[in-house]
């Protein structure tokens, strides 16, 4: 008999080879890319979850949650923190998993169970005050009005821009506590001190001519197309190659699961982790760059062709 973990795990597997995202279901259609770090971090969550590491596998089905923004991450997720004994974080995901699962979702029952005979056990926070950037609870990053914490001492903070509101409050087992984070006024700056006029130009004097413009410094502009271009091309490899592990593991993999074609499968999933993250260091690599060494005064030009063998750029400047 199959667990209900490994059930929810058949389910996504179904909505991620799908073709299209009921609009009931999300609020935007994730982009492809989306969708193969998130079939990544599922899986890593998986397999995680098989061996008995809990921990990572709530954090991989965590990841592969804020990829997609679907439901069944969340109550894998879940029952994976249960396992862990953190109920606090297990409560919060039930939570969220009942505010966005379908109303006839067969696990809502299950989560609604939980948190009955759970949440007398912990605490609550209600955070509410000013249109905040962030908000933090412990150091961590919530999204939410109201988290389930465990009964204790808890620092939370708010910030917006370089401005930050911060309280600690204690909360008891079954204790709900209401929080108003508040920014301090921020003070007026002081006026700034009245510049002495500038004398007239002596007529005497003669005309001053205009500095010469100062040599140009940096590297030119044709590494960022470069990089650009390559960004491109390997970001297109990696989606390809997530593609293809997709399609290998519902295809070949479920047609005949043995040592084999399980090694070709980790060897798929590596390799376009790597690409992942080949893609994001070039674009990383590429923006710091055009940001901090490419001087963009001079006049130049650049011409790129694109074929089959791949991206060819050059430029004069």
């Known amino acids: 008999m199959r667990s209900p973990l490994l059930c929810r795990l058949s389910i996504w597997g179904i909505l991620l080879a799908s073709s299209g995202w009921s609009t009931r279901l999300l609020a935007e259609e ?33 990841a592969a949650y804020r990829e997609i923004h679907h439901h069944v991450p969340l109550i894998n997720a879940a029952r994976a923190w249960a396992r862990t004994g953190d109920n ?54 919530v999204d939410r009005a109201r988290i389930f914490v465990a009964p204790g001492v808890h620092e939370i903070e708010g910030t917006k821009g370089s401005r930050a509101a911060r309280r600690s409050e204690k909360v008891g087992a079954g204790e709900e506590v209401h929080v108003r984070l508040e920014l301090a006024p921020s003070a007026t700056p002081a006026d700034p001190p009245h510049a002495a006029p500038t004398p007239p130009p002596d007529a005497a004097s003669p005309p001053t001519t205009s500095p010469s413009a100062p040599p140009r410094r940096g590297v030119s502009p ?65 923006g710091a760059a055009a940001l901090f060494l490419v001087d963009w005064r001079g006049n130049g030009t650049l011409v790129g062709a694109a074929g089959p063998g791949g991206v060819a750029v050059s430029g004069a400047f």
Do not use: C, M
């Not at 770090?37 to 709530?58: I, N, P, V, W």
């Open 88 to 141: 606090a974080r297990a409560a919060n995901a039930y939570d969220r998993f009942l505010d966005e699962a379908p109303a006839q979702d067969p696990d809502r029952a299950t989560a609604t169970a939980w948190l009955k005979e759970q949440s007398p056990a912990l605490g609550q926070l209600h955070i509410t005050g000013d249109a905040f950037d962030r908000i933090k609870v412990d150091g961590v990053v």
């Open 30 to 62: 994730p982009t492809p890319e989306a969708r193969v770090r998130a079939q990544l971090r599922f899986s890593d969550g998986e397999a995680a979850y098989k061996r008995g590491d809990y921990r990572a596998a709530a954090e991989a089905f965590d």
């Open 222 to 286: 044709i590494v960022v197309a470069i990089g650009g271009g390559l960004t491109a091309l390997v970001g297109g490899l990696a989606i390809a190659s997530g593609a293809d592990t997709i399609a290998y593991k519902h295809g070949t993999f479920a047609g005949n699961e043995n040592p084999d074609t399980l090694g070709d499968g980790v060897y798929r999933e590596r390799r376009t982790n790597v690409l992942l993250g080949a893609t994001i260091g070039l674009f990383a690599l590429t």
